[in-house]
């Protein structure tokens, strides 16, 4: 029997995990909380079964998530008896860095990048899981599956090492790490598919439903807590939205939507005409941005 | 997608989907020289089917006008090209990966670059293809990344190839332009073992016959590049094949429970199959095919799944299950064919790690026998492979690994060879067939072995690799630790690097590939000696990291011991005991350490011998505390 496509791609992303498991001395799955988090973290689940996922999971907190997502990811963890290690970036938090008063870049740069930079040098992981893919950004097309980081974490898009077949060189120096991205292969419909199918719990934001929400820039910002500043006479007024993707609340935008079932989210999928990244405020901030973030260290 | 999915209806959701699921994959490559329009004719081919969404085709109008080298209209390459020294270039440098879907298939296409000097990208995008779109530009015809993209190609097992001879509109439309190049191409492409050859006269820029058939070119009745595609035939997994899996690693949750996963690289398996482990050569049947959804009954090609056996056999990473009928090759030497992608050439003697999918092993390549010339696929004399080059080799690894020829499947025939120091992937390999000598050549196991021979000698063997310049001291030093070390009962032996190059080496000379085949040989032979439970002194100037982390491999922990005689160059050249410094300094003497070969200084060895200042006997005394501290 010949395997569907989803099958194929479940197979190559267990066929991933376990290639880093043996090789790596100390791998952690970065966890954003996010529809490709849960898909990943649901194959790493199947990757290792009857046994559990030799590695814990990593949130960098930018303290500036979606109070829903802080409540899922407990959740997950508490109900999945995993590992969870959490870090958030007490200097940026000292100098109370944040969208609002910063801007985007500073923020991200700060809480995000270097946020990661910390934890992955304070726990000495040298091999790190992440949920990026390769149609979200133009920069992620081109990166391989197993992405080869120096000592600095940073990214060399012109030298990346040759990616021949599935046999990938998992070799790094003290120092050095790898990034691995499971879900390399998968579209954002695939995504959706395969949460459809298997039935993976994702955050409740994903679905619409009656949000206070504000326009900025022509983004539907949604106000999630009491640090959003609203401009005089500005009003979060009750919108019927969900959100594509998800990521600190105040660079997210959302999108007009009925969709309250994943088999909804499908259905409005495939009739949409825009990309999932254009509600993401971070790309824009200047062209090549993400390959810049990317090059730093972002994930 | 978008374009079927308006006319869905709710209540059959789950129908479309599954129609989509089923819905067979082609991975394809375009490839071809720099400027034949590569991410310009995937670009067009995502715009045509409709695959581009509106804020990334707003993103693109705004690109084009500022980096686009199509004028007013749209630069389709800035699509993929997405890094952004490619973007200032206007060049590939790096595979773009896209994907996409049709009524008929799925399509993963890799667009690869076309300078030579990124020949390892494309060879990156065409390992996992099917099929290859060789791009060329009317006006130019065949070049030489043609020959070069359609060798490796074939190479890696691609059996479909498009001709796309692109940019015909600059050549008028011209029916003889595109006959002559197609006829070129089936001329030199006829013996290099493709299944389809397909020519399609094409502009990417305008569309034609990309994805409708062109009114430009009524002399054409093919098909067009997507309907060609969308029909080309597959060969698809073929499960008559014996069965293979690599084990990626060994399940053990429990005592209870001792599981090996790995992905099926080929065939079918059944719970109550017998099956073989391809080194040990133990067999035991099938007990359990365990995944997360449940046990299967049976698994074929392409699966991920955990195998249960009804015995209790050694089994780790890196070995292989297969079925006993038809069992995969067991050898320590084979010959392959072998692609480089390193700055720093392959030396035939030099040690790289091996690895296949998942095993990993210590190699060297023992003999280059051809290298293959892009132009003409003529077989042409080499002592080393520089980068992008494609050569014939025998491969001679530390212990026997399992695997299949690379023509009879893909994932257990393939390796990659990885520099010891830096870790890079230097090159790609596809086994051709083991060496009949190592399927003959056997271990012979004795009864007596070091430990023994060691004990009657009351001494613990070792190796002292001392390494530094010419002048540096070396063979002082080791003649006064072999006379302390004689003085006290111990049982020794100087090798010394000139006396050697007088019989055992006298063959070789002093280019980079030799001085890599005579520290190997001066390795090997220490091992010996110490295997006869000797102290052995190595005084060999042994230039490169590399030769001296491979002879350390030969030996167990500890017994390796390098000693760096640490005498700075100028002073060398001014004892220059030999005269040797004033002949390289005039030119007299070719490949010179320090003068015109390069020397590399040991990063941790075991003692730092530091000359300035310190008299031959301290210095030996010195390594002779170390050896009684052991």
Redesign the interface.
């Known amino acids: 029997?010949?395997?569907?496509?989803?099958?194929?791609l479940?197979?190559e992303a267990?066929?991933i995990f376990?290639?880093v498991?043996?090789t790596a001395s100390r791998p952690v799955m970065l966890y954003s909380i996010g529809k490709d988090s849960s898909v990943m973290l649901h194959l790493a689940?199947?990757?290792?079964?009857?046994?559990?996922p030799p590695f814990p999971l990593l949130h960098v907190d930018t303290t500036w998530k979606f109070r829903e997502m802080i409540a899922f990811r407990d959740q997950t963890v508490a109900d999945l008896g995993l590992e969870l290690i959490v870090h958030v970036n007490l200097d940026g938090l000292e100098q109370n860095i944040g969208p609002f008063t910063h801007g985007s870049s500073i923020h991200t740069h700060v809480m995000k990048t270097l946020g990661l930079r910390q934890a992955l040098d304070k726990y000495g992981f040298d091999a790190a899981f992440g949920g990026a893919r390769?149609?979200e950004?133009?920069?992620?097309?081109?990166e391989?599956i197993f992405s080869f980081r120096n000592a600095q974490h940073a990214w060399d898009?012109?030298n990346?090492?040759?990616?021949?077949?599935?046999?990938y060189?998992t070799?790094?120096?003290p120092g050095?790490s790898i990034r691995i991205f499971p879900l390399?292969?998968w579209?954002e419909?695939d995504i959706w598919?395969y949460i459809?199918k298997e039935e993976i719990p994702i955050v409740p934001l994903y679905f619409a439903d009656r949000r206070p929400i504000v326009e900025r820039d022509g983004m539907m910002i949604m106000v999630d807590d009491e640090r959003m500043p609203l401009a005089e006479g500005e009003k979060a007024e009750n919108r019927l939205v969900r959100f594509r993707t998800l990521g600190c609340y105040p660079l997210t935008g959302a999108i007009d939507s009925s969709a309250t079932t994943v088999?909804d989210i499908?259905?409005e999928m495939?009739?949409?005409?825009?990309?999932e990244r254009?509600g993401r405020l971070i790309d824009k901030d200047e062209?090549?941005s993400m390959?810049?973030k990317k090059r730093e260290g972002y994930f | 997608m978008t374009a079927l999915a308006s006319s869905v209806a709710p209540d059959t959701l789950q129908d479309y989907l599954a129609e989509q699921e089923a819905k067979p994959l082609l991975r394809f490559i375009t490839c071809g020289s720099v400027d034949d329009g590569k991410s310009t004719l995937i670009g067009r081919l995502l715009y045509d089917t409709k695959l581009i969404f509106d804020d990334q085709l707003a993103t693109l109008e705004r690109d084009s006008a500022r980096h686009g080298t199509a004028g007013e209209e749209i630069d389709f390459a800035l699509l993929l090209d997405g890094l952004e020294a490619e973007r200032e270039q206007g060049i590939t440098i790096d595979v773009a990966y896209r994907y996409f879907a049709t009524a008929e298939r799925r399509f993963i296409v890799a667009d690869s670059p076309g300078h030579e000097e990124y020949t390892r990208n494309m060879a990156t995008g065409a390992s996992t293809a099917d099929l290859a779109v060789v791009l060329v530009d009317a006006r130019q015809g065949i070049l030489r990344q043609t020959r070069r993209h359609a060798y490796i190609a074939s190479l890696l097992g691609i059996r479909h190839i498009v001709l796309a001879v692109n940019k015909i509109d600059l050549v008028g439309y011209d029916e003889a332009v595109f006959a002559d190049i197609a006829g070129e191409f089936r001329r030199f492409a006829g013996d290099l073992g493709f299944a389809t050859i397909t020519p399609i006269p094409m502009s990417a820029r305008h569309g034609d016959n990309v994805t409708t058939n062109s009114a430009r070119m009524p002399w054409y009745a093919g098909p067009t590049l997507l309907g060609h595609l969308e029909t080309v035939q597959l060969a698809g997994e073929d499960l008559g094949r014996p069965f293979r899996m690599p084990v990626q690693l060994v399940t053990r949750p429990d005592q209870d429970f001792r599981g090996f996963a790995g992905q099926i690289a080929s065939g079918r398996i059944a719970v109550g199959d017998s099956i073989v482990v391809a080194k040990s050569g133990r067999t035991s049947v099938v007990k359990a095919l365990v995944t997360a959804d449940g046990d299967l009954s049976s698994a074929s090609e392409g699966q991920a799944v955990t195998i249960v056996l009804s015995d209790e056999i050694d089994i780790s990473r890196g070995d292989m299950l297969a079925t006993p009928n038809d069992r995969p090759q067991l050898a320590d030497q084979f010959m392959a064919h072998l692609v480089w992608f390193s700055t720093e050439p392959m030396m035939p003697g030099r040690s790289y790690i091996l690895r296949t999918e998942t095993d990993s092993i210590s190699a060297t390549v023992t003999g280059l026998k051809y290298q293959v010339d892009i132009n003409t696929f003529s077989h042409e004399a080499a002592k080393s492979l520089h980068m992008n080059e494609i050569g014939v080799c025998n491969i001679a690894t530390q212990a026997p690994i399992a695997f299949d020829s690379y023509k009879d499947n893909r994932t257990t025939g393939n390796f990659v060879l990885i520099d010891r120091l830096t870790n890079a992937t230097v090159g790609a390999g596809m086994i051709d067939h083991p060496l009949r000598r190592a399927t003959n050549v056997q271990w012979q196991a004795l009864d007596i072995d070091q430990n023994a021979r060691a004990a009657l000698k009351h001494q613990k063997p070792a190796v002292l690799w001392l390494t530094g310049y010419s002048g540096a001291g070396k063979s002082t030093i080791a003649n006064m630790l072999e006379k302390l070390l004689h003085a006290s009962g111990r049982h020794t032996y100087v090798l010394d690097g000139d006396n050697v190059r007088h019989g055992l080496n006298r063959d070789l000379g002093f280019t980079p590939e030799d001085r890599v085949e005579n520290i190997r040989r001066i390795a090997e032979v220490a091992r010996l000696m110490t295997q006869a439970g000797l102290i052995v002194i190595v005084s060999a100037i042994s230039p490169f990291r590399s030769e001296r982390r491979m002879a350390r491999d030969l030996f167990s922990d500890g017994e390796f011991i390098e000693v760096f005689v640490d005498t700075p160059l100028e002073e060398c050249a001014k004892r220059d005991p030999k005269g040797l410094y004033k002949k390289a300094m005039a030119g007299e003497l070719q490949n010179f350490t320090g003068i015109s070969s390069p020397y590399e200084q040991p990063e941790a060895p075991e003692i730092h011998l530091k000359t300035a200042g310190h008299d031959p006997g301290e210095l030996a005394a010195q390594i002779e505390q170390y050896l009684a501290g052991r």
Request: glycine share 2%; aromatic share 4%.
């Open positions: 029997m010949s395997l569907t496509h989803l099958q194929r479940e197979a267990i066929h376990r290639e498991a043996a689940r199947k990757a290792f079964y009857p046994a559990k390769r149609d950004e133009k920069s992620r097309a081109k391989r898009p012109k990346q090492r040759p990616e021949m077949w599935k046999t060189n070799r790094v120096a050095e390399s292969n579209t419909l598919q459809l088999s499908v259905r495939l009739t949409a005409r825009t990309s254009q062209a090549g390959e810049k």
